[in-house]
């Protein structure tokens, strides 16, 4: 049985850390910085997550918890890799939702947005939905999540007010 000794700051044991990410992930004290598709974070405030992914990059707490003798807390953050979606797609959205409050008296909405890597552009994705003044329940569109030149990017929602 391999045994470990503690992890210092700024620093791990890469061959626990090869055990449990491979060659996907690692694990830092009170640091997320990495290349990799993922890292833990452990900080004063709790444990940490970032991901990398084709949209982005994310971090968010994982678990709470107090590690007194740490100095940094973890923050939240979001890094796009895509391009901004364009400002008239989204004034054409809030229209749409604008719209269905009119038409089905304060109804809520959903639109998805998807980007297509080989036109290097956004695509809108009105699924069918089952809408009330307080919920919004879609169908997925499988043929969409299935295609790998495709992106699920961003579920908006309206609300009824």
């Not at 391999?2 to 620093?11: D, E, F, L, P, Q």
């Not at 901004?84 to 004034?91: I, Q």
């Amino acid at each position: 049985m391999a045994t470990y000794t503690a992890v210092k700051k700024g620093n791990y044991d890469e061959g626990l850390a090869d055990l449990l990410f491979g060659a996907r992930g690692e694990c830092k004290m009170e640091d997320l910085e990495s290349d990799k598709d993922f890292c833990v974070g452990i900080f004063k405030d709790g444990i940490w997550e970032s991901r990398r992914n084709d949209i982005g990059v994310f971090s968010y707490l994982k678990q709470e918890c107090d590690i007194p003798y740490l100095d940094t807390k973890g923050e939240h953050f979001f890094e796009m890799s895509l391009p901004s979606v364009p400002y008239g797609m989204a004034l054409g959205i809030v229209e749409f939702f604008k719209k269905i409050m009119q038409i089905h008296s304060g109804a809520e909405a959903m639109v998805q947005i998807w980007w297509n890597k080989s036109e290097e552009k956004y695509q809108l994705y009105v699924p069918i939905q089952r809408v009330s003044g307080a919920s919004v329940k879609f169908d997925h569109s499988v043929e969409l999540q299935n295609d790998p030149n495709m992106i699920w990017a961003v579920d908006i929602h309206s609300h009824n007010s």
